[in-house]
């Protein structure tokens, strides 16, 4: 079976600032990857490459079978995509948004009404269907977004820091929503900075300085690293003095 994912030294460069640097990976269909590091590492800059959304500057990568340079369409008629800063219309209601994502992604009018009933009862959204988004709390957008970047089914979806800045029981129950994705065959690529939802992955990459630092299961990590968690893998990764030696 060919990988989801597939990079091989693939570089950005912003003028003489290298933002990721010759990194290489593959990622399994229906796997998910976790792609974790500290603010700055790189995971935003990676993703909007692997998602057309960015040009690399040297190297190579395929998306779904689809070359990142040259076929960016199409990898994008393939993909869902959550960003970290913007996935919703605040000044648009729950089901605004989802009518207008659904005719972004191409569905038939009839879909996205059987999908925007599926979904607002899924989320136990009924009472606040025709609610401005802004006015709901951040943990219900989040879980709002994501059902949205997977309504049309898409072969991968791409988390960008889905769990910023919500409370642990709301990043459990989206974690809950990733497995969900991920049974049904969907493969999952999340960036995240909080170190504990390492555990939650099949594979994680840990970024730093630009470059993939480890790549492993979380438990093969933590015992070539000697660790009881996944942030003490961190600290020992990103330690002074690590990554010149």
Known sequence: MLPAITADKLTKRFGDFTAVNQITFEVKKGEIFGFLGANGAGKTTAIRMLNGLSRPTAGKAQVAGFDVYRQTEKIKR?????????????????????????????????????????????????????????????????????????????????????????????????????????????????????????????????????????LDTPHALKEQFHATSMNDVFLNLTRPGRQAS
Not at 122 to 138: D, F, I, Q
Not at 164 to 193: C, L, S
């Open 78 to 214: 393939r993909i869902g995509y959550m960003s970290q800063k913007f996935s919703l219309y605040e000044d648009l209601t729950v089901r605004e948004n989802i009518q207008f994502y659904g005719g972004i992604y191409g569905l038939p009018l009839a879909e996205i009404r059987r999908q925007m009933k599926q979904l607002v009862a899924g989320l136990g959204m009924e009472p606040y269907a025709r609610n401005l988004v802004k006015s709901l709390p951040l943990g219900w957008r989040q879980k709002l977004a994501f059902s949205i970047s997977i309504m049309h089914n898409p072969e991968i979806v791409f988390l960008d820091e889905p769990t910023g800045g919500v409370d642990p029981i709301t990043r459990r129950q989206f974690w809950e929503m990733i497995y969900k994705a991920a049974n049904e065959g969907m493969t999952v690529f999340v960036t995240t900075h909080y170190m504990d939802e390492a555990e939650y992955c099949n594979r994680v990459s840990i970024m730093a300085d630009g470059r993939i630092a480890a």
